[in-house]
């Protein structure tokens, strides 16, 4: 997948923390701006400055919404967790962008959140017919509600009982004046870190990536049914539940995740290298060179080269300069080939039958353009290979695509898709080739990854979304 | 290279224009996009709407100038030119954005400039004794008095004897009422291509994906020492000198120009991956893998790997969101690892001695930098290979190092580069092996390249900067 | 009182509400501007579209949160209420910037509020330990909590308990899909008046000025303790409570309102003139000429010269670009005189007696630089005469002065004040005076006007402060 | 006049210049914001440091052209100069700003300009002729020219003979690095005045209100012809002519100049004051109040008041929040009567007969609206009294009248005027009562003033202007 428009797949949020920094909101903005690819709708960012808690957010990425030096200073602080945003178009309302901050007359209280509740909309209305009011369109603020609503004694105590209230994909990274905590779903489906910074600030992050940009070192992934507490005392592993069985989102390893990344131990780039060299023994084909998608297929374009011989050549360049913009080619010029983002090096592909490697395929669209472009530029065969199985079923657990009949490959057999996209052959990666590419290894189905959108087997019950998502199999095709 | 910092080259311009498209002025936008990689600092467009010009221009991207419809809008017109362009810090002023825009009683001309006049100061003083007022720092308004001045009968003739006083490197585009002209100096230092869109409009731009982003068909390079002339009757190829001798600037198959382009014929990608495979027959080296430097370098460490048969790992992972910032980590914060930019993918290179490809070493700062990255990431060895010859002598053709002071490759031997940058060993391409693997095969001194940043060997008198060159060469080392 | 800096009083409010319009959020666009004095700290629209509401709120001027069309088409709908709004510097954040939109699974409410509550931290208190959870730090959402908790059947009755319970001074419009309310506290402190457009739709507004601008005819104030319900059949006023008595903002015709509202009867600009013309009677003085403070104090100046005889001078020059800039002089430059927004008229001071006619003095910092800019300018004597009694007593209805402290005359003696405003004399209006030329004629206290800012006769108990106020008048002097 | 709309006159410019000040771009930033009156279109400052020209500039108010403190910090130095600017809508570009900074290889110069040329057409011809190159619109260039053309041995004797050699209305501040020059010239036509800081910095500006705002006191006012020399020894008046006759343009005491201002020695409050007491005497009415159309008509309203013994009343308000905005009310609004910036305050002028003071009628577009607004509030009648004599000619020599076509008077007779208007009365000030009024004293036809707007009486030859005047006179009625 390329091109970021209405074609692509949308990771919904990265988190991040740090507790005893006494830069810890400066920390935090180059962690999140480590995370970036994970939402680019909106950030903020909430301090703890001795027991005080502020905070900033915004529309926009990272450095849209920290423009200025002051914006960091008044977020002063040894304590601070962020979070970036990706929101569907027409809510996107500065409401709606977190960390949310809390303010009671004896607490505050900072919550980020990445991931999908299943049960939010019936925590919603029963919380609402309580007399609850809520702010923003997202399921984020429901856990502060449970826990104001809970009857234990501490804080603590307060927030377990409400991460057993909710289901579904979540991490979670709370901040106190007392404390930070971060905590994982029973199944672990989104992927949440620890680590240490040199002068023994503990950090917490979505990916791995944003410890390296922030000088942390690896100490260990938050496990599913985690409650992870840290405060000046150094942190403490909790657990607010031992019903737990590991599903991690395989969509990560494909396309989410920062190749630099490491998920429970396993490297992105070095997952995605070996998903291409297993499609290049499960689906080889006789052809001249191969060619990634930039970015996300380079990894796995490079292990189809090389498990197959063929040589890896830089045949479709994207433009780095590819800023939003208003103006756009008009519908006559675009028929007149006008184009922006990517490009295709006429003189690498002319002549020449290339397999072109992508990591999935979710409408079509893109693949059909891109597959067209390297027609024009005179290549002589193209040959598509997909380093992922077809994604044929919804996901409830923080990515968004929650609609079957949105997938071409729910709809339409691969034959049919190839037709559609125009290509000279076109095959997937096979289930179990993903899983064993990946190879967690964990004591769990899939070795321990969710594969619901290839299969439909969702680790968990689908609660609110279970009407919804029978009307959406019985109306599909395939 | 890589980072925009202080240490990178900068090109100083891109140039585009177009005549007889009902919509000039937006396809000259896509087209600077296109060339947005040679300049970031100023954008402009100037449109030829029934003999009336208009223009507009602003500091920033393309997009940045031009950021709402209105604004193109006002463009109207049939032909239009556009400019992007680099400046050095402290002169960014608007008044320096091109293309320029001159109003006189009896016509108005647009004026956009590529390259570096070599008798600019001289010119410039003669024509202010003279009376003449200068409005801005560049030299690009030079050729307007000289056009003024010339007491011949036609504008193309006045052209033509202002083309013949100004020396140095050039490629200028021109637009009155009448006419686009596109002239390129007698070395042909800068490239300069033509094409065609489907529905016969004529397209002149710096690099050949400028052509292919507007779905213009090329026709040919604008060869040393040609005005070419293009109105409602087509274009027509001028000469206002025989005196050529091919001297293209070697930096743009080495760095600048987009791997998707095409210069004299050779593409820039399929050069940089001679130049890497040329360099791993030259400089072989046993280690466990091949590591490009991005963006730059990716095609030459990939030509490098499939020659040495070396496996070509993504080891360097560049964060695709560096947008400009005023929030920068305190040096504490730097000391301590923080970074943004460029990150090395520790799962991919611990415990592995690595080849890491760069396309060359300007000051050495970022080369030093990114082997520590790589040390730190637990990189066994670290083997720096350059795909081009050591960088020692200013360039005064239109690339912005004109200091020799500043080239560590002026003032160093190769073994003190390699101490400076803390490599385990270190090898640069040879100046044979770049001149082979470029092959351009033109009947002049090195196949037609320009080589004098590696040894000095000018292809022109160096007028106004003699004194400066001869002062630079006294003082550096080596 | 000029100079919008520390020294002023600040209005907490304007409120704008209106049904049965095809541009409902456009009418509600110049609605506000029109109540632009009210607040400019930030301003927002919620609009009905067919029972679906939507908002835009932004912090800043009108214009500057409604820049584009684009931003108002968003808002379509034949009913729509805004909010201008007024924040103390650190808090301004737009999560209180109104109107405020609630979303629930059942309804959507939009929430617009002009004034302070006495009971706001106790009722908040009380929601917080039953779970309710608060988004902003103003007493809005307090009101919606009520409704929400309420266990009356339909909104209307729900909202009447919740009118109950809130205590102080409220000027409330809200929305729903089905209805628009107005409600104003049992005091009637803050304005509130309704009107009809020509082609039928209610309009309510903080001042009739508002209705002017929209070219809504005038119907009638809303009164004490009136609900206002507004739907598709018309308007109904109904009583929340009949306990009441006409307490209305003194400081709304001395300094808030604009000169061309009326309030319950009484044109704003006129009662100025007669407090000014009977400040002439109470103290005279043998003078050259008469200075009104521009430009709240010009109409009492001309009630004041009209009464004396003496000229009315316009001695005062007020810039009338007087942008918020963050270019300030210098503490230097300040002694040298250098100084921006109000200006002395030389010519016409220079030798003269003044009489220097002003609508109230806060701080006292303000007046003494006017005198001294008065006599820098070669005033012989500077009279101030004060349109209002001495200010001693703060505010608790939604006028932003709530410490004694800050008040110059609770805590100095008239003659004290003259000296440290460097006056030749000083006097102000007495309350019988203000009383007689505002003439409201009501049949309560003070013919219906609140005077608590002037001799503590609050009409309504403190709760809430009523602590904090008797500390304030233990530790002041007078 | 009031509405700053298609249908008022405009200033051309103001000028600003300090020598010997450590915070010289400072203070010339707090003149120009007390000059933003005469233009509000663009704005820049050019600053001398040790001899080294540094430049801002750019479109919009002063503190939109410089919003940091890091823009005042570039400009570092002893000296500086400053302008704001009007501009026709469409030639609104950057390179028009003002001071020009002129860079050549033996000096730098800045220019600032107010006023018009009669010659410029003619001179521009000629120097382009030559080779000369402008670069922008302006007619201020000109001048740069003709000094670099000059053959005299020093900067002042070239600039006197350039100041020669242009003709019309101008008052030039130019800086070098060793001087500041200010040029007023023959007829006076601008005002132009000189002062010094406490701490003995040299002041010049457009208006006495500038020096104010700086902390300058008085010094004298530039007179026609003379060239005055500020350097670090102090001022020195020359003369670059003799042959003057002061003409001073009554329209800034009519209209442009700010109140606070005095023009050869006449204080502009109390000339309008004087004007309005005299049309008090020349067109009495029969009344009940007498209201000023804000703010440019207050001072002539209270004249007429205070001599025709009516009273004064505050019958209009103006908006004080009028920003620039693209949310307009539609024509469907606009003809149920939404409106903006002006309201008449029904309370006072319901059922009354009101003398409608206002300074000058251009096109009565405003005139007729505001007459409409007070009918619609309940005027009884609507006596309309000008306080200038009919508007019949273009001014040459600065101001943005140049079509006779556009003024109502140089079409229609006052009776007629009043028709379309639809004032019960209309009476203009009469040609001797102005001069009367403003009392210059001057030994000069009409005490000194420029009347030619009136009755054509231009005190030059027009130049380039002269066959489109004749034309103009010719194709209108009157």
């Not at 006494?22 to 703890?48: D, K, M, S, W």
């Not at 994982?184 to 944003?210: H, Q």
Request: glycine share 10%; net charge negative.
């Amino acid at each position: 997948m390329t091109f970021s428009d209405e074609s692509s797949l949308n990771e919904e949020c990265g988190v991040f923390g740090i507790w005893g920094h006494r830069e810890a909101a400066r920390l935090t903005y180059f962690g999140l701006r480590a995370l970036q690819h994970r939402g680019q709708e909106g950030a903020g960012i909430v301090a703890n400055n001795h027991g005080v808690l502020k905070g900033h957010r915004g529309l926009g990425l990272v450095s849209q919404v920290f423009k200025q030096e002051a914006q960091l200073e008044r977020l002063r602080g040894e304590a601070a967790i962020g979070h970036v945003r990706y929101a569907t178009a027409g809510t996107s309302s500065v409401d709606n962008v977190q960390p949310l901050l809390f303010r009671f007359a004896d607490e505050s209280v900072g919550l980020a959140h990445n991931g999908n509740l299943t049960n939010a909309y019936s925590l919603r209305k029963k919380l609402e017919s309580q007399g609850g009011i809520f702010h923003s369109d997202s399921d984020t603020e429901i856990l502060m509600h449970l826990i104001r609503r809970s009857h234990r004694d501490t804080f603590e105590e307060q927030l377990k009982e409400a991460l057993n209230t909710v289901h579904g994909g979540f991490a979670y990274i709370l901040l106190t004046k007392d404390a930070m905590y971060a905590a994982l779903d029973p199944n672990g489906f989104r992927p949440l870190a620890m680590g240490k910074t040199a002068s023994g600030a503990i950090v917490i992050a979505s990916e791995t990536c944003a410890l390296d940009t922030v000088g942390a070192e690896f100490i260990r992934d938050i496990k599913p049914g985690e409650l992870v507490v840290v405060n000046d005392d150094g942190y403490r592993v909790e657990h607010f539940t031992w019903d737990t069985q590991p599903a991690i989102c395989s969509m990560e390893f494909i396309y989410f995740a920062r190749p630099d990344s490491n998920i429970a131990g396993v490297n992105v780039h070095a997952a995605r290298k070996s998903m291409g060299a297993r499609l290049a023994e499960e689906a080889p084909v006789d052809a001249d060179m191969v060619i990634g998608v930039p970015n996300s297929s380079i990894s796995a374009a490079s292990g189809y080269a090389e498990a197959s011989g063929l040589p890896n050549e830089l045949g479709l360049v994207k433009n780095q300069y590819v800023a939003r913009t208003f103006i756009q080619p008009t519908q006559e010029l675009r028929e007149q080939g006008v184009r922006m983002k990517l490009s295709p090096v006429r003189g690498v592909i002319a002549g020449k039958r290339v397999v072109m490697v992508d990591d999935s395929i979710v409408r079509g669209t893109t693949c059909r353009r891109i597959v067209s472009l390297l027609k024009e530029a005179g290549a002589a065969e193209v040959h598509v290979r997909i380093a992922s199985p077809p994604l044929k079923y919804p996901c409830f657990y923080g990515i968004d695509i929650q609609k079957r009949e949105e997938l071409i490959a729910g709809n339409h057999t691969v034959d049919e898709i190839r037709q559609i996209i125009g290509a000279d052959s076109l095959e997937y990666l096979s289930e179990e080739g993903l899983v064993d590419a990946i190879g967690l290894g964990l004591d769990a189905p899939y070795q321990g990854l969710c594969m619901a959108y290839f299969n439909g087997d969702y680790p968990t019950p689908l609660y609110d979304y279970e009407e919804e998502y029978r009307k959406s199999l019985a109306n599909s095709a395939v």
